[in-house]
């Protein structure tokens, strides 16, 4: 009778037991199932059409198929402000989009203007692969001016680009297409920005050579590799970074453009993302959800710690730095120094290496006077600007591409 009982607690005990067990795993099985619809796991990632090598083929428009080459460029705040206005047959004509600009990090929208010249490269590449040649005309109307408010930015076409097929005579007298490709072409498809460590690999000296000469009669690119160089060009870019962490209003900024899962990388296709920071596709999913369903842990003071600790982990592992100085600061040099920029991107990667710009020692709001003073009067002449600090190195991990706005979005009827 007693050892009955006794069995019978313990066959108790065992159900217990299992039911706790069966309740546990329920809850684990909603849990996930709740974190695969917060983050929105199972859609299609229409941000990244515009990646695929065939993407541009479904235009018919040949200028439809180079802008959608542009729209991979690498631009300030992923905010990929373009807005592109077709004329005639052949041309097109590229503004600032005034509705994306990041005022606070960029006061005088210098960097917005560089971005036009990263998109303008990439379009001129692309089209040259296509079979055309480009005639881009800057400021056709003249510059805005040197304000970055929305209604001077918006005020100015920044270019006129024609397009020509590119044709020549054969003897017989029949016209054949001339292949003009461009190894930097595929290069397009490949991420452009990477935020993780990298080796402590030099840039062999022909390389250093490769991209230097890249350089245009107006910018510069100057690469530095000497220890004293590193740890200065580090500290200015790790001091730079400490001044931005602390500015609420640039942290709010950077915050609002976080898009935390998969949903609202497919509703805005601008902006910043979790992989952009280098993590593995679990890790992004994992804390996709998590911010999904506690949205106060993507708020300012986040953004600023996440910002900091990259920036310290960055510094630590850069084995190069780059400048892109230019004469004076025209609006016209600014879009200059992004053309340069997306041709040292894509020529560095064709030769293994990647960057990531630092720019906030570059950056022109009040509490940055100081370390902007001291980058120029260490590295620049008189009368020069230095537009982008950049980190550059063979990555210790790969990292995929970010959004993308569809070409479509950027094309104004
Ligand atoms: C003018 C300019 C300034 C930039 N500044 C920074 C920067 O300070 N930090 C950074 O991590 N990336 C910077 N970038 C890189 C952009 O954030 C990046 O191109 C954009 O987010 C798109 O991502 P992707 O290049 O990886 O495709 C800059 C790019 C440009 C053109």
Known sequence: MAAGVFVRGIEMEIITWQKAAIAFAGILVIGIFAMVIVDGTFLHKQYLEPWTEDYHEQFGDPRVQVLAHGVLAPNSHNLQSWKVVLEGEDSFLLYVDTDRLSPKADPLGRQVTISQGTFLEYVRIAAEELGYETDIELFPLGEYGPEGSVENLGSKVVARVSLKETTKETKAGHETEVSTSSHLYSMMFLPDTYRVPYMETKLLQEDVKKLEVLSTENVSIVIFQEAEDIEKLGDIAFRAAEVEAGL???????????????????????????????????????????????PSMNSPEASRDSFLSQTVTAVENTPAYALIISKGNSRTVQVETGMLYSRFVLTATDRGYVMQPMSQATEEYSEMTGIYQEIHEKYAEEGETVHMLIRVGVPEKEVPPTMRFDVMDIIEE
Do not use: A, C, D
Request: charged fraction near 25%; avoid cysteine; aromatic fraction near 12%.
């Open 248 to 294: 609420e209003r640039i942290q709010v900024e950077s915050s609002e453009l976080f898009r935390p899962n998969e949903w609202k990388k497919n509703e805005f296709r601008y902006g910043f993302t979790m992989e952009g920071q280098g993590l593995s596709s679990l890790k992004v999913h994992l804390l996709q959800s998590l911010v999904s369903l506690f």
